[in-house]
Nanobody
Framework: ELVQRGGGLVEPGGSLTLSCVSSGFDLTSFDLRWYRQAPGREREFVAGVFSVSGYTTYAASVKGRFTMSRDNFRSTVALEMSGLKPDDTAMYYC?????????WGRGTQVTVSS
């Protein structure tokens, strides 16, 4: 299970940090990603970090504003979001995957509004 924390309501330009911690398994060998889904839209990729290389990649819409990090010792992955815009409003999901095994968090709402 992936347990998500964080999220909430923030004004445009503000910051929030989301976190995701694994329960019952070790995240070390998993590729980790964050996705989001806004009302009426498809789920989209936000950021990802590979298990082996630690290489991190971001969607163009969030690059330079969001930072993803992983802490294998604590089995935690975080998404630091700054310069938030109303278009960032969505339900955010963490994901862990390897081979034929994958886990999803239940989602946490981020709302950017004045």
């Amino acid at each position: 299970e992936l347990v998500q924390r964080g999220g909430g309501l923030v004004e445009p330009g503000g910051s929030l940090t989301l976190s995701c911690v694994s329960s019952g398994f070790d995240l070390t060998s998993f590729d980790l990603r964050w996705y989001r889904q806004a009302p009426g839209r498809e789920r989209e990729f936000v950021a990802g970090v590979f298990s082996v290389s630690g290489y991190t990649t971001y969607a163009a819409s969030v690059k330079g504003r969001f930072t993803m990090s992983r802490d294998n010792f604590r089995s935690t992955v975080a998404l630091e979001m700054s310069g938030l815009k109303p278009d960032d409003t969505a339900m955010y999901y963490c994901y862990a995957g390897r081979y034929n095994e994958e886990y999803w968090g239940r989602g946490t709402q981020v709302t950017v509004s004045s």
